[in-house]
């Protein structure tokens, strides 16, 4: 059974860093891209990242771009989201997402981590 | 990027009818080895999203025969055939077909 389990969110202040984990079971983590969405409190979705499957790809939209930094640890199935410069507009819930290697879509999705930027 | 929009439902919807779902791309999500690069999703109360169609109507695994998806280059439609409680949530389209990978604002699904 493929699970997605983020952790590392919380509490932190504006201009602060925090760096999101998710751990990934169920299926060969190192064959597939992974992805980080993230949904504001009673909003949509919006895609923050994507990372290739050896790592050497990474893609974000402007709104993050620079800020953000997704990264991947095949030996360990684990994907990572590194946060700096944080805003009280990236307040959200973060979803790790796997990308189908097939159907160009995400696949499957964590359960979610909560961020809470704010003084 | 490529901006989705989305229409509205005439909420609520009475158990048993169908329900159509609209999104609309602003650019062709045609690609040219002719599969459309369109995604619907469904985000249940409380829970996280889970993928319902891909390349604009093909189902995903152990999705309902009930959900079906239908379109063009840029407009598009999902249908939701005899409407049940589980069909409650928030509906979203997304196209996948560059980046950055963009969402529609979801459609919200209620039962009458």
């Known amino acids: 059974e493929v699970q997605l389990v983020e952790s590392g969110g919380g509490l932190v202040q504006p201009g602060r860093s925090l760096k999101l984990s998710c751990a990934a079971s169920g299926f060969t983590f190192s064959n597939y891209y992974m992805a980080w969405v993230r949904q504001a409190p009673k909003k949509g979705l919006e895609w923050v990242a994507t990372i290739s499957t050896s790592g050497s790809r990474t893609y974000y939209p402007d709104s993050v771009k620079g800020r953000f930094t997704i990264s991947r640890d095949n030996a360990k199935s684990s994907l990572y989201l590194q946060m700096n410069s944080l805003k009280s507009e990236d307040t959200a819930t973060y979803y790790c997402a796997r990308q189908s290697n097939w159907e160009p879509s995400f696949d499957y999705w964590g359960q979610g981590v909560m961020v809470t930027v704010s003084s | 990027d490529i901006v989705m929009t989305q229409g509205a439902l005439p909420n609520p919807v009475p158990s048993g009818e169908s329900a159509s779902i609209t999104c609309q791309s602003s650019?062709?999500?045609?690609?040219?080895?002719?599969?459309?690069?369109l995604n619907w999703y469904l985000q249940r109360p409380g829970q996280s999203p889970q993928l319902l169609i891909y390349w604009m109507s093909t189902r995903a695994s152990g999705v309902s025969d009930r959900f079906s998806g239908s379109g063009s280059g840029t407009d598009f439609t999902l249908k939701i055939s005899s409407v049940e409680a589980e069909d409650v949530g928030v509906y979203y389209c997304q196209q996948f077909l560059e980046y950055p990978r963009t969402f529609g604002g979801g459609t919200k699904l209620e039962l009458k």
């Open positions: 650019k062709s999500l045609l690609h040219s080895n002719g599969k459309t690069y």
